[in-house]
């Protein structure tokens, strides 16, 4: 027996639905609204969900996302009256197993029920008989489980993989995860970055080549292609493969072999291919750019791997770890983790990802010394100066700039004159943002508690409390 939950506001269509499920021996639960939908999602564990578009309280789609990161990850079918292109398109995109229109007969209803249901239990059977090899990566936010599963259902197959997703968003640590849960795990995992190979030799670093082929050939050298034999080439960047190069490198794809720079015989070449791209490659392709034939080879599995500000719950376990093997990288006692310095850690955008929050740690380390605990002084200054929100002047009238006009020569302002206005409004901001705690203003401007008090002085601003 499966437990189904319908969202629809339409009376005869729940009752429809619920006469049929019964029928078919299962547990039936209703909601009429997006918000109740959610709360039972959210509360129950669901193996299916048929949606309705249209609700009183908004689009079906917006909570699609929810629906699917829900503690069990129901199936979901989009159940509508409206032949709307744009809104299958969408479900689709978001993983909805099937999309009916109203109105339907039992028959076209009870059957992608069935095959959602069967689909569902062959999934839950065979989930991690055998415990994935994660290679670094950390997080276990919906997010991240979504793209662990899709790594391994990419191993037991011998397919291409595209992994797509922003710079820092670890495309090479998944490329590894896949090859190490695959069987081709004791063979070779080789990765290059097309990206920092020039033009004239990215094809003889792909396909190798003959002693004397060229300028400089001073010896045969194999290939990348080559040396991947029997396990894994990981392309990383694969945008950025020339044009020239790609033709070559679909023929090799096609025809498993490869005939090296100068050579005369063609070498049969066994391997599984891993590309990965932070570029939009779909429209590389209209413009020209990209191979069209060679993204429908390279793409056989895309898995999109989510930037880390999509991630937010996984950012405490990623400071954690990383500080530890920072810590035993740099053979430094591991530091403890104030509330302040990671609270600003959770706050930030992160467009660089986790690349980018491993490089602040490690400034941060080497900024505390041997101070046991991180705390907000120990992060660079740009991202000390991103916590602090500034009002405008028409925010806050007891600190303005100049009423000039700063192109006039007769009234243009003297620095020092700007710096005093700017300095006192800096100070009237974090004496509101400490609310009266001088160890934490003094942690947040990185200024000494003596040197905060002289400043207050000399401004007239208000002290601490206790």
């Known amino acids: 027996m499966a437990r189904i939950l319908i969202i629809d506001d339409d009376s005869k269509i729940c009752l429809f639905l619920k006469t049929l499920l019964h029928k078919m021996g299962h547990e039936t639960f209703m909601a009429n609204r997006i918000d109740k939908g959610k709360k039972l999602s959210q509360a129950n564990k669901f193996d299916l969900v048929l949606l309705d578009l249209e609700l009183p309280d908004g689009n ?100 291409s993989i595209l992994i797509t997703g922003e710079t820092g968003t670890g495309k090479e640590l998944f490329s590894r995860a896949i090859h190490e849960n695959s069987r081709r795990v004791s063979g070779p995992f080789i990765a290059v970055d097309c990206g ?36 894994t080439l990981m392309l990383d960047e694969v945008g950025d493969m020339p044009l020239s190069v790609q033709k070559t490198f679909l023929r090799t794809l096609q025809e498993r072999k490869v005939r090296p720079i100068g050579g005369k015989k063609e070498i049969a070449v066994d391997i599984r291919l891993v590309a990965a ?26 898995i999109k791997l989510p930037p880390l500000r999509e991630r937010g719950e996984d950012i405490k376990e990623i400071v954690y770890k990383k500080i530890h093997e920072l810590s035993n990288h740099y053979n430094i006692e591991a530091k403890a983790v104030s509330p302040d310095f990671m609270a600003m850690l959770t706050n930030h955008e992160w467009p660089g990802n986790v690349r980018e929050l491993i490089n602040v740690l490690e400034h941060s380390l080497a900024s505390a010394g041997k101070v046991p605990t991180l705390v907000p002084k120990h992060l660079p200054p740009q991202y000390r100066l991103k916590s602090i929100s500034f009002k405008s002047p028409q925010q806050d ?35 509101d943002l400490a609310k009266g705690d001088r160890k934490k203003a003094s942690r947040l401007s990185g200024v000494s508690q003596s040197r905060l008090y002289s400043l207050l002085r000399k401004y007239n601003l208000p002290g601490f409390g206790s």
């Not at 932070?278 to 793409?299: A, G, W």
């Open 60 to 159: 079906g789609l917006d909570i699609m996302a929810d629906l699917i990161n829900a503690p069990y990850s129901p199936e979901v079918i989009i159940i509508t009256g409206t032949g709307d292109v744009r809104g299958a398109e969408m479900a689709f995109k978001y993983d909805a197993w099937d999309y009916v229109q109203k109105p339907f007969n039992m028959d076209e209803v009870a059957l992608p029920i069935k095959r959602a249901l069967a689909y569902r239990r062959e999934k839950l059977s065979s989930r991690q008989l055998v415990p994935l090899v994660r290679t670094g990566i950390v997080g276990e936010s919906a997010a991240i489980r979504k793209c662990l599963e899709e790594v391994a259902n990419a191993a037991s197959t011998d397919a």
């Open 196 to 231: 920092a190979l020039p033009d004239t030799l990215i094809e003889s670093t792909l396909f190798g080549h003959e002693k004397g082929a060229f300028t400089g050939a001073a010896a045969r050298q194999d290939g990348l292609v080559v040396q991947a034999n029997g396990g």
């Open 277 to 302: 791209t932070n570029l939009d490659l779909d429209q590389m392709v209209e413009n020209s750019l990209f191979r069209e034939d060679l993204l429908y080879r390279i793409r056989a599995i895309e």
């Open 397 to 431: 009238n007891a600190a303005t700039l100049p009423d000039v006009a700063l192109n006039s020569e007769s009234n243009f302002p003297k620095l020092y004159d700007l710096r005093e206005k700017l300095e006192k409004e800096y100070l009237t901001e974090l004496l």
